[in-house]
């Protein structure tokens, strides 16, 4: 009788340890799912007061790009709804070079909207106003 009572008391506590384990990973890969998720959705990106609807960001290798500007977490900045200067030569020498504003995205490779750009390659950023043409073409061309 008092085997059969050690062998019981034995086997719910190997039972309530047992089911404990198993709550404990089930919690455990139920966090994990959840903060992959919830990272893959938040961008991380840090808020900034006071800044300008569009900016033009500078970088090291002379390029400049245009767009609403993010600092993230991370190596890695933010540029969204993008655009570029192009400039093409005239066909007369005497004429200066046409340079047009374009909309990243409508190049061979169909890019997405959004770019990141590594911290190292950003020389500046600058806040473009609102009386800027830049400016108000890309608020004119925004879909």
């Known amino acids: ?22 709550r404990n990973i089930a919690l455990s890969v139920a966090i994990f799912f959840v903060a992959f998720f919830f990272i893959q959705w938040w961008d991380f990106t840090i808020p900034a ?6 900016q033009a960001v500078f970088l090291t290798n002379g390029q400049t790009y245009f767009g609403r500007y993010y600092d993230r977490i991370g190596a890695y900045t933010k540029i969204e709804d993008v655009y570029y200067l192009q400039s093409t030569p005239a066909a007369d020498s005497t004429q200066p ?12 490779h169909a890019p997405s909207s959004r770019m990141l750009v590594p ?7 600058e806040d473009l106003s609102d009386a800027s043409p830049i ?7 925004h879909p």
Not at 7 to 16: E, G, K, P
Not at 49 to 54: C, D, I
Not at 97 to 108: C, F, H, N, P
Not at 135 to 141: N, T
């Open 135 to 141: 400016a108000q073409f890309m608020k004119q061309d």
């Open 49 to 54: 007061l006071g800044r300008g609807e569009y």
């Open 119 to 125: 911290r190292s390659a950003i020389l500046f950023v």
């Open 1 to 22: 009788m008092i085997r059969l009572r050690r062998a019981y008391r034995t086997a719910s506590l190997w039972q309530r340890v047992h089911r404990t384990e198993l």
């Open 97 to 108: 070079a046409d340079t047009r504003l374009l909309r990243r995205g409508k190049e061979l």
